[in-house]
């Protein structure tokens, strides 16, 4: 079975997010720890958090607080890590 890298399923979100009309907005801070990898916007006023992992890879503590606290503010907050759970990620927006 091939492995599937992170960069690959990164470039197939952004690919996903642009082509329905988005962006996929490369999150970074030397401020703030743990943030997710894209912000991602759609149309219609749809936000979300995407943290993205290659198939068998696992978030870190941090990451998990992080998204659990975005949650709890009401944004959608996932981890993407195959096509499968970035077509989940877009449907739930």
Known sequence: MKRIRE???????????????????????????????RLILLPEGKVGFAEVKSPTGRPTKGQLYTLSKLREMGFHAAIVNSPDTIQEFIDAL
Do not use: T
């Not at 690959?8 to 703030?32: F, N």
């Open 7 to 37: 960069s690959a399923v990164e470039k197939r979100l952004i690919r996903e997010v642009e082509r329905i009309g988005g962006k996929a907005i490369k999150l970074s801070s030397e401020y703030q720890r743990s943030l997710p990898d």
